[in-house]
């Protein structure tokens, strides 16, 4: 696979973020920053990340991924620590034609 660094206008983009650990809080604080609208799918949060779906910056569904979450999303952001979970998320994300990004997880890029 051949890697690109490009900038992306992200204001207003629907972003799915699946995971509520530190590597999502990295990841949310960035997309909040640039305007995305962002839905956080994890059935936990670190603090951090409470406090900034808190202050309605984010929208957070209390669960695990289940297969179709990422319909209607225009990114999807994966961090979870489970590398099956996040090729099936980035496989799904990839067939619809969605954006995917996998922290840490080259090959689910």
Do not use: H, S
């Amino acid at each position: 696979m051949g890697y690109y660094p490009i900038f992306v206008e992200m204001d207003g983009r629907r972003v799915l973020l699946v995971g509520g650990g530190r590597v999502a809080d990295e990841k949310l604080g960035k997309l909040v920053d640039a305007g995305a609208d962002v839905t956080i799918v994890a059935p936990e949060l670190i603090a951090p990340v409470r406090e900034v779906v808190g202050r309605g910056l984010a929208t957070w569904q209390p669960r695990v991924y289940e297969a179709g979450d990422v319909r209607g999303f225009e990114v999807v952001m994966i961090a979870t620590d489970d590398g099956a979970v996040n090729a099936g998320i980035a496989a799904e994300a990839r067939a619809l034609g969605i954006w995917v990004n996998a922290a840490d997880d080259v090959a689910n890029c």
